[in-house]
């Protein structure tokens, strides 16, 4: 693991470089589009538009895994057909294999986070589509218990 430290990092109840995503299912999609927004300069999407832009990319995501179904298959729990049609349900969380499928919908690299509570500094946990480049990648923020959020810097 990697670790990063963040000039504006506190502690998790601070000043910590990170927007609140809504947990209700999709918020590794909605933190995902979230910093792709941040990251391309667009404006940050509204709670309605971020629900959109995420069910959007979950469905692209799903496509993704079908199309690469032979690279995919084995890296997936259980029935590959089974775990392909819950992950187009909008209430079944996102995870790892979904972070790896949005870097390639989106061709844009993806850092994951979580904040290491003795140092109050950031680990890098996995890092997501580097072959789209390295600079400035969305980077998303897990807390170590099935939520993410997004972090407003991109260094």
């Not at 904040?115 to 589509?129: F, H, P, R, T």
């Not at 993410?148 to 260094?155: A, G, I, N, Q």
């Amino acid at each position: 693991m990697v670790q990063v430290m963040l000039k504006s990092e506190r502690s998790p109840h601070s000043n910590l470089p990170i927007i609140r995503i809504p947990g209700d299912g999709r918020c590794m999609f909605r933190s995902v589009v979230y910093g792709a927004c941040l990251r391309t300069g667009d404006q940050p999407p509204s709670l309605t538009k971020q629900k959109e832009l995420a069910d959007e990319l979950r469905a692209k995501v799903v496509d993704e895994f079908i199309k690469r179904r032979t690279d995919t298959e084995w890296f997936l729990e259980g029935d590959f057909n089974t775990y392909t049609m819950q992950m187009r349900k909008s209430q079944v969380w996102g995870g790892e294999p979904e972070l790896l499928m949005s870097s390639h919908v989106l061709q844009m690299p993806i850092t994951v986070v979580m904040q290491d509570m003795n140092s109050n500094s950031l680990k890098i946990i996995a890092e997501y589509g580097q072959e789209y480049g390295k600079e400035k990648p969305i980077r998303v923020m897990y807390d170590g218990y099935g939520h993410y959020d997004v972090l407003k810097c991109s260094t």
